[in-house]
């Protein structure tokens, strides 16, 4: 099949400096860990080839700043998504506190058609911290976080370890393919 024919999905990934957007994205397309923290600069996408339904999709994946002084960089990049991803770092109370922030801003700045029904993810990573005895949020309270906000669908992931993350990509995958 020609690429022209490809369903492209394009997926948004946001969240606070430093909770390992870039590698996640890193670890799941190129299969590499970045073990620097290079603060991301405005927003880039990777692709990536999925099958779906048997048949080839392409997962345009936008890569945004958590920096609060590159917000309006990325925001710029939001209208069009298919799927937004949430991501916070387990072990960093705080960048859970701000996900409704996040939550918040990407729906005024992307202005989906039903922001009841447009599709979220949310992603806790760096589970693999201290074999997770310094989380500050435990998975329960977590959950019920995504219960309030219209069941989203939420994955433990490890970008060092590589714990999770084909998986929690690919039903991003499926979820912004469902959408529509
Ligand atoms: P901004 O681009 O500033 O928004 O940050 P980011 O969310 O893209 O964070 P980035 O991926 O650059 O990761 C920040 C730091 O966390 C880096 O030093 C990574 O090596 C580290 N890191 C990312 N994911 C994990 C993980 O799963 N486990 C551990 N232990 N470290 C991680
Ligand atoms: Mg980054």
Redesign the pocket.
């Known amino acids: 099949m020609s690429i022209q024919n490809r369903r492209l999905l394009k997926i948004i990934v946001i ?10 994205m890193s670890q799941y397309v190129n299969k590499k ?8 600069i405005g927003a880039d996408f990777l692709t990536k080839e999925v099958q779906l339904d048997g048949k080839l999709a392409t997962l345009q994946i936008w ?5 609060e002084r590159f917000h309006s960089l990325g925001a710029a990049f939001y209208r069009g998504a298919d799927c937004c991803v949430l ?1 916070f770092d387990v072990n960093l109370l705080r960048s859970f506190e701000t996900l409704q922030n996040w939550h918040e801003e990407f729906l005024k700045q992307a202005d989906p058609a039903n922001p009841e029904t447009f599709p979220f993810v949310l992603i806790g ?5 201290n074999g997770g005895s310094c989380r500050a949020i435990s998975e329960k309270v977590v959950r019920e976080w995504c219960a309030s906000r219209g069941n989203i669908p939420y994955f433990e ?5 590589n714990v999770n993350v084909d998986y929690a990509f690919i039903s991003i995958a499926r979820i912004a393919h469902a959408y529509n």
Do not use: P, W
């Open positions: 969240g606070d400096s430093g909770v390992g957007k870039t590698s996640l860990f970045i073990h620097l923290h290079r603060a991301t890569d945004t700043a958590g920096q991501v990573n760096k589970v693999d911290i992931t490890s970008a060092k370890e």
